[in-house]
């Protein structure tokens, strides 16, 4: 190659980088969020959570204990209520839509947590 088409290929590439000409990384999407609380004698573990708005959800609620007041779980702002039997997984799928700080409670709305949608 002679010496000056190297040069023109080398402009031509450098103007290409500087316009936007070169292609930019696309970063997927996961297809689902995942998160599991465990409802002990210390209540929720954890407390808090965090999602990404837009991404459906599945977060699974496992009551190990009957000396607490949680044997439901409720999402109010999801209009979400599901019964936890004890020692059985429940899993709530959803998809957090806004972003902002959402709680979870029981059933007595004595126990809360947070999940921190992003």
Excluded: H
Excluded at 70 to 83: G, H, K, M, S, Y
């Amino acid at each position: 190659m002679r010496k000056s088409s190297r040069v023109w290929l080398s402009c031509a590439l450098l103007f290409g980088v500087l316009v936007g000409l070169t292609p930019e990384p696309t970063i997927a999407k996961p297809r689902q969020q995942t998160a599991k609380i465990v409802i002990s004698t210390k209540g929720y573990q954890p407390t808090s959570l965090k999602l990404r708005r837009g991404v459906p959800a599945r977060v699974t609620f496992l009551r190990t204990t009957d000396a607490t007041c949680v044997t439901e779980i409720v999402l109010p702002d999801f209009n979400i209520r599901r019964a936890l039997p004890l020692n059985e997984p429940v899993v709530i799928s959803f998809t957090p839509t806004g972003k902002g700080s959402f709680t979870f409670v029981c059933g007595m709305n004595m126990m809360s947590g947070q999940m921190i949608v992003q």
